[in-house]
């Protein structure tokens, strides 16, 4: 869960532009809504986001734990 209060928050247009390959914002709100699945564990994961008033925003250390997630061996 992100905590707004620890964690650097940020537009997912702006998050995009911070990680390898800056993927755009389509496929960081597929990401928070459908999200991917770790064919290790078969598991749907998520991307964590929050909706402000300036819109759906994440956090790096969220996409951290979303890829984590995603290499889990199962």
């Keep these: ?3 707004p209060l620890k964690e650097k928050v940020m ?3 702006r998050l995009g532009r911070h990680l390898p390959e800056s993927p755009k914002y389509t496929t960081l709100m597929d990401w928070c809504k459908r999200g991917r699945v770790n064919w290790s564990t078969r598991r749907r994961v998520k991307l964590e986001c929050i ?4 819109g759906i925003s994440s956090s790096l250390e ?4 979303f890829i984590t997630k995603l290499n889990e061996r199962g």
């Design 62 to 65: 969220a996409y951290l734990r």
């Design 1 to 3: 869960m992100i905590n």
């Design 51 to 54: 909706t402000l008033p300036s």
């Design 11 to 13: 537009p997912l247009s």
